[in-house]
């Protein structure tokens, strides 16, 4: 079965941090960009973070500086590191997996069609 799993999300304290992990089962994940994409009940899903095939980064302007996106292709995985987390309306992280053709290196931050992978999502919540 070809998915993604998001994990650690969790109820954090205003100023924590957070590691958020997408493994994937069933494909190679390195030969896939792939994206962070926040929810809020309600609201329109936006892109947080993305990382390319060979490590080309970008982040929303609202978390830059507080947010780090890493892959290890050994353990199939993309990491999401958030710093100094702040209160915010509790939402849902999800990771998805773009393919990309061969030669380019490149990722996104909005919804394509080429997001061929969604994860079911893990719930963070900032809150004292």
């Known amino acids: 079965q070809l998915q993604l799993v998001e994990s650690g999300g969790g109820l954090v304290q205003p100023g924590g941090s957070l590691t958020l992990s997408c493994v994937a089962s069933?494909?190679?994940?390195?030969?896939?960009?792939v994206g962070w994409f926040r929810q809020v009940p309600g609201k329109e899903r936006e892109g947080v973070s993305c990382?390319?095939?060979?490590?080309?980064?970008h982040y929303t302007d609202s978390l830059k500086g507080r947010v780090t996106i890493s892959r290890d292709n050994t353990k199939n995985t993309v990491f999401l590191q958030m710093n100094n987390l702040k209160p915010e309306a509790p939402d849902v992280y999800y990771c998805a997996a773009q393919g990309i053709r061969p030669g380019q290196d490149r990722c996104t931050l909005t919804e394509r069609p080429d997001l061929r992978y969604w994860g079911q999502g893990t719930q963070v919540t900032v809150s004292s």
């Open positions: 069933g494909f190679t994940l390195d030969y896939y960009a």
């Open positions: 990382i390319s095939r060979h490590n080309i980064t």
